[in-house]
Structures are given as structure tokens and as C-alpha cells.
């Protein structure tokens, strides 16, 4: 078993060895190339886990020819989510999609357990491995019904889906290793084989701050990025310049996929402004040039950390007044929420290396060197942090 995840590490190390030698050019994310979007600040890591008490977690399969896979886990807070729930809500872009436990979200308005991604056909296993976590937390020795929640794009084209190579160990892997700080991105976890906009996609993550004078709170997205169109980055059309977009009649476009968009916040909504605040973030998913195709399952799933707003899993003798922003103080969280998720789908592209997989198929990488200069000539770029590509 030792042999077998060295093994695992070394093949990951030496991909990302070779691909980088191929581009000549070291990945970054998009603000390391001059690329900001929107007006509001970021968060310290500019990530999901810029609001507090959440943590991310990430399981990757490689594994010889095959295998391009894996897990990522997005943890709500450091307590026992299932005794302290926390309003949640779900809005469905496109419902082409095979997630898990979507209905009680959207029924009782609370999420309580982590949430976790992995590709279609592992939806299964990774609940499973979800369930092992959650009844063996300490509190839970009673508990007989569980909503564990998954979500899930399709990697077949880069991965053997069929095989189904990830089990409910790797779930658990990827919970364990849940921190706070900054997110690996890219070919990782849950986004290893995944493809978006015609390009190699994966994990991205982003965050913003809102000022003081309007509540100081923080939104973070996270995205499992897999679905296709005409890509636009800030405004550029870098799919058209490129030529690589759907609806070329010379080359097969895929333009099915998905895309799970993760938001969580620590400002107290209701489920019902969350209801709102995830509707928004689809904003974000056309802006980057998405159209929701007929086979692509858009989800996102909104969630806040305020701890006033926890639901405890016992009703409480009194009746629970929890505190929650009007509807006239919801506007600068749209905002937030669309910047971040815009970013947070850049920083899956930018941040994704090329990838050979399942029967030799093989997805570029957005090519850096290439897009720079169209991003210039739209003027998407803020210039004075402009680095040049042979120094990145």
C-alpha cells in the first residue's frame, strides 16, 4: 500500500515536471498574471477558506495510464456539523446532475455535513465514506439518519469513470486533510480530470471582502470546474481569438459536463437570501461565456458560518430568533459573490496543467503565453502588475 502511494506521488510529481517544461511557462493563478476582476477586495488567501471555519481537503488519483480522479472536501465549521447545522441553500442552473442530498437543503434550508465532489460515478462511494465520517464523530452515537451531501461533474473523457477507482478511503482522506489557508487548485482532487471552455479545468477558489460600512463580511467560492462554451476572460474573447470554442464546425467541442459552484459566507442569512446569493453566482458562470448546455449540471450550493444562525440538531424549548440582514442589505453580497466566482473559475484554468489520460486522450492547459496578449489588447489586464510570461 506504501509502494503503491509513493508510486501515486511520484507519477503526479513527474506530470507536472514534463508539462511545465512543454508550456515554458510556470502556472499561476490569475492575479499573478495581472488579471483582476471586479472591484472588491480579496480575502488574506483569497479562497474559500477566507471566511472562518472553513476548511478544504483534497484526495488525488493518478494512477498509471488511466486513473485521472479524485476528491475535494469543503468542511462548514470546526464543530459537529450534523449537532450545529448551518442555513444552507441550493440553486439549480441546469439539473443535469447526479449530486446527493439537494432535496433536504432545499426542503428544511439547512446543510449538516460536509460538503464533498467527486466525479459522476463515485457519488456513491464518496456518500458512503462521508456517512463513516459523520457517525463516528463524537455526539453521534445515536444518529440514524444522515443527509450527506455530494456533488459531482462527469471526468469520463480524462478518466476511466467506468472503473470506478475511488472508495470510500479516499473520502475520509480527503476530510482528514481539510485545513484552512490557501487551496491547491487546478488538477486536484475533485477537478483532476475535469475540463472547462475547451481547456484542462479543476479546482478554483476565490474570495471577497466587503467594506466596513457594509458589514465587513466575507464571501468564498470554490468551483469543480467542467462545462463548455466561448470563453471570456474579463470582457476578452479569448475562446474566439483562441479558436477553440463550441459550435467549430472542424472540431468536436464538447460543451456538456457540469459545474458545482461552493459558496460559503460568514454574513447571517436566512436559507432564502442564500437562495439568492447562489442564484447570483450564475451570473459569474455566463459571464466566463457558459450557456448551460442540455448535459451540463450546474449547481450551486450557498452556505453561512455565522454561528448565531446554527441550527442545533435538538429543538431548543424556546422558539429561535436567529440574526439575519435585511433584504436591503443583500446588494453588495451579490456583488461579492459574482466576483468571486468569476475569479474562482480563472483560477481553476489558470492553475490547471496539461493532462493525458484515459485512452491516451489529452486536454491543453489554457495556454498562458497565448491569452496574455489578447487580455491586453481588450484591455482586461490591470498593466501595472503586468509580469512578463518568461519570468512566470
Not at 69 to 93: E, L
Not at 305 to 333: E, G, I, Q, R, W
Amino acid at each position: 500500500m506504501i509502494k503503491i502511494k509513493w508510486l501515486a506521488l511520484l507519477s503526479v510529481v513527474i506530470c507536472t515536471t514534463v508539462v511545465s517544461a512543454q508550456e515554458g511557462v510556470k502556472r499561476g493563478r490569475a492575479r499573478d498574471f495581472g488579471l483582476q476582476t471586479g472591484i472588491l477586495p480579496t480575502g488574506k488567501w483569497n479562497a474559500i477558506t477566507d471566511v472562518p471555519g472553513v476548511k478544504v481537503g483534497h484526495r488525488t488519483l493518478i494512477e498509471g495510464d488511466d486513473v485521472r480522479t479524485g476528491v475535494t472536501a469543503i468542511i462548514p465549521h470546526q464543530g459537529n456539523v450534523f449537532q450545529q447545522k448551518v442555513p444552507a441553500a441550493v440553486y439549480v442552473g441546469n439539473g443535469f446532475g447526479k449530486s446527493i442530498g439537494l432535496s433536504q437543503i432545499e426542503e428544511l434550508g439547512t446543510l449538516e455535513t460536509p460538503i464533498l465532489l467527486t466525479n459522476t460515478l463515485s457519488v456513491p462511494a464518496v456518500a458512503d465514506g462521508l456517512l463513516d465520517y459523520m457517525l463516528a464523530l463524537p455526539g453521534n452515537e445515536t444518529v440514524r439518519s444522515i443527509n450527506s451531501v455530494v456533488g459531482e461533474t462527469n471526468d469520463g473523457y480524462l478518466n476511466d469513470i467506468r472503473s470506478r477507482n475511488v472508495t470510500r478511503e479516499d473520502a475520509l482522506q480527503a476530510l482528514n486533510a481539510a485545513k484552512s489557508g490557501p487551496v491547491s487548485e487546478g488538477n486536484i482532487g475533485a477537478g483532476t480530470g475535469t475540463r472547462a471552455l475547451g481547456f484542462k479545468g479543476g479546482i478554483g477558489t476565490a474570495s471577497r471582502v466587503l467594506p466596513p460600512s457594509k458589514g465587513g463580511y466575507t464571501v468564498g467560492v470554490l468551483v469543480q470546474s467542467n462545462f463548455g462554451g466561448v470563453l471570456s476572460i474579463n470582457g476578452a474573447p479569448v475562446g474566439r481569438e483562441l479558436k477553440n470554442f463550441y459550435m467549430m464546425e472542424k472540431d468536436p467541442y464538447v460543451a456538456d459536463g457540469s459545474c458545482m459552484i461552493i459558496i460559503a459566507t460568514d454574513a447571517p442569512l436566512s436559507d432564502r437570501n442564500l437562495k439568492r446569493l447562489a442564484r447570483r453566482s450564475y451570473l459569474a458562470f455566463g459571464a466566463v461565456g457558459s450557456f448551460s448546455s442540455n448535459g451540463s449540471g450546474d449547481y450551486s450550493i450557498a452556505f453561512s458560518t455565522h454561528p448565531d444562525t446554527f441550527v442545533p440538531y435538538k429543538a431548543p424549548k424556546k422558539p429561535m430568533t436567529p440574526p439575519v440582514l435585511h433584504n436591503d442589505d443583500m446588494s453588495p453580497l451579490f456583488m461579492a459573490v459574482l466576483e468571486a466566482t468569476e475569479e474562482a473559475i480563472y483560477n481553476s484554468l489558470f492553475m490547471a496543467e496539461d493532462m493525458k489520460g484515459f485512452k491516451g486522450h489529452i486536454m491543453k492547459a489554457l495556454p498562458i503565453p497565448e491569452v496574455l496578449p489578447i487580455l491586453k489588447k481588450y484591455g482586461a489586464l490591470h498593466q501595472d502588475s503586468l509580469p512578463s510570461a518568461s519570468k512566470k
